[in-house]
């Protein structure tokens, strides 16, 4: 009986050290391959545009019925105030939300914590934003803008480079992975819907003035936000650390422990 008793108090023990209260870590080959892949991204989107015989808008206007049916329908002219609404949501978004989770790290965990959501941050945004450089040269689809106006062009070096939307992308990303860490960081917390509605709402919203702005097609912003969203799920879901319970049952025998993941 005291054999038991000892068995008993050891494995009670061992659950409570076997709980980890840090929702994410940090794993070296992890994080290296991460690394690792966003470099070589970056190098072959750099080469590639030297390499490319990308030329600049010649004043081209093209025509509207190549475009296919759904697309048609959410094409608009150049319009410089969304551009610019664009551009700063772009990066608000993501740096919002790091803030955010940063502000309640530094209040409530280690610094080691806050390094943490640091690194996966990084590595989240410079996925979000190296995945669409490289699909938009090798697609090389003509922007909406292109459609309407031999005057009108905002970037003649960049008016191939539609599909798809890196605004729209970093975006989702920086909602996404804002919402997922928070929930994971402040299970308890009552802002975790406000949190989410608005990083969404915003996101959404720069998906809109993308296509508004006549940058993007509709299918440019919708696939950006679904590669925006697994990007912003997929790194800090690598981090994640599982949080294992362990079950004690007395049997006729002995005891039996079992860890639940």
Same mark, same amino acid.
């Given at each position: ?160 480079? $539609? ?35 608005? $990083? ?8 809109? $003035? ?52």
């Amino acid at each position: 009986m005291k054999g038991k008793k000892i068995v008993l108090a050891f494995a009670f023990v061992f659950s409570i050290c076997a709980v980890s209260a840090q929702p994410f870590k940090l794993d070296v080959t992890k994080d290296a391959i991460i690394g690792g892949g966003l470099l070589t991204g970056e190098i072959f989107h750099n080469v590639y545009e030297r390499i490319s015989s990308q030329k600049g808008w010649d004043g081209t206007v093209y025509n509207k019925d190549d475009v296919n049916a759904f697309d048609r329908n959410f094409m608009y002219a150049y319009n410089k105030p969304l551009n610019a609404v664009g551009n700063v949501l772009m990066v608000a978004i993501p740096a919002g939300a790091l803030a955010v989770n940063a502000l309640g790290i530094y209040k409530n965990y280690e610094l080691t914590d806050l390094l943490t959501e640091t690194v996966m941050a990084a590595e989240t945004f410079l996925m979000a934003h190296t995945v669409p450089h490289i699909v938009k040269p090798l697609v090389s689809r003509v922007r909406p803008y292109n459609y309407f106006s031999a005057f009108d062009n905002p970037n003649k070096d960049d008016w191939d480079r $539609s599909f798809f939307s890196g605004h729209t992308s970093m975006a989702f990303a920086g909602a996404t992975f804002g919402s997922y860490t928070f929930c994971k960081w402040f299970p308890d917390s009552k802002l975790k819907i406000p949190v989410i509605a608005i $990083s969404y709402s915003l996101a959404t919203f720069t998906g809109i $003035s993308r296509v508004y702005a006549g940058c993007h097609f509709a299918t440019d912003v919708l696939t950006g936000a679904v590669v925006g969203t697994a990007i912003g799920f997929l790194v800090p879901w690598l981090h994640s650390v599982s949080t294992k319970e362990t079950q004690i049952a007395l049997l006729p025998n002995g005891v039996m422990v079992k860890k639940v993941l």
